[in-house]
T-cell receptor
Framework: GQQVMQIPQYQHVQEGEDFTTYCNSSTTLSNIQWYKQRPGGHPVFLIQLVKSGEVKKQKRLTFQFGEAKKNSSLHITATQTTDVGTYFCAGRRSGYSTLTFGKGTMLLVSP | NAGVTQTPKFRVLKTGQSMTLLCAQDMNHEYMYWYRQDPGMGLRLIHYSVGEGTTAKGEVPDGYNVSRLKKQNFLLGLESAAPSQTSVYFC????????????FGPGTRLLVL
């Protein structure tokens, strides 16, 4: 079956440092989505990438979808304590109605 | 969270007991999903439904049953709970017309002793 690997599992940064999490799929994806889950909360949708090589920005967050549509990354510039949480990528294969989630990257930001 | 509610919020069961988790939506979304989340394991799909009266197995369906008798409700049943089913259960919905965004409910924390 499809596998979605995410690295690192955990990262602890000082406020103001940058952060990047990477997502790799064993199969070509139709699209990839990113979610954020705050401690004790539920996953919240951040963004969806569909096109090969697509780059999208949301304020300090930059999302990329690889040319082969098998990998993606989320980069946060100048982290803030409000960025704390676990970031999940989730990929969907063409013809399937379900997402496969990565195991997530837990981000801790110290002031 | 797009009108997704889950009942109950927290439950403690003894091994062998049964229970039903309810996911209810006040939208008109077709797709509904049940996930479980365990530490370090991410979100794993248990069962899902693409419309009223339909259900399908996900990645980890064993030990669970589901029903979607009404479009707005998706029920997850545990017939004989086991300690391995201790987890946080999330329901999610998706609108077929929209961009495939999944909206998650607040979760149900289940402890099986």
């Amino acid at each position: 079956g499809q596998q979605v690997m995410q690295i690192p599992q955990y990262q602890h940064v000082q406020e103001g440092e940058d952060f990047t999490t990477y997502c790799n799929s064993s199969t070509t994806l139709s699209n990839i989505q990113w979610y954020k889950q705050r401690p004790g909360g539920h996953p919240v949708f951040l963004i969806q990438l569909v096109k090969s090589g697509e780059v999208k920005k949301q304020k300090r967050l930059t999302f990329q979808f690889g040319e082969a549509k098998k990998n993606s990354s989320l980069h946060i510039t100048a982290t803030q304590t409000t960025d704390v949480g676990t970031y999940f990528c989730a990929g969907r294969r063409s013809g399937y109605s379900t997402l496969t989630f990565g195991k997530g990257t837990m981000l801790l930001v110290s002031p | 969270n797009a009108g997704v509610t889950q009942t109950p919020k927290f439950r403690v069961l003894k091994t062998g007991q049964s229970m039903t988790l309810l996911c209810a939506q006040d939208m008109n979304h077709e797709y509904m999903y049940w996930y479980r989340q365990d530490p370090g394991m991410g979100l794993r799909l248990i069962h899902y439904s693409v419309g009223e009266g339909t259900t399908a197995k996900g990645e980890v369906p064993d030990g669970y049953n589901v029903s979607r008798l009404k479009k707005q409700n998706f029920l997850l049943g545990l017939e004989s709970a086991a300690p391995s089913q201790t987890s946080v259960y999330f329901c999610a919905i998706r609108d077929r017309v929209e961009e495939e965004t999944q909206y998650f409910g607040p979760g149900t924390r289940l402890l099986v002793l």
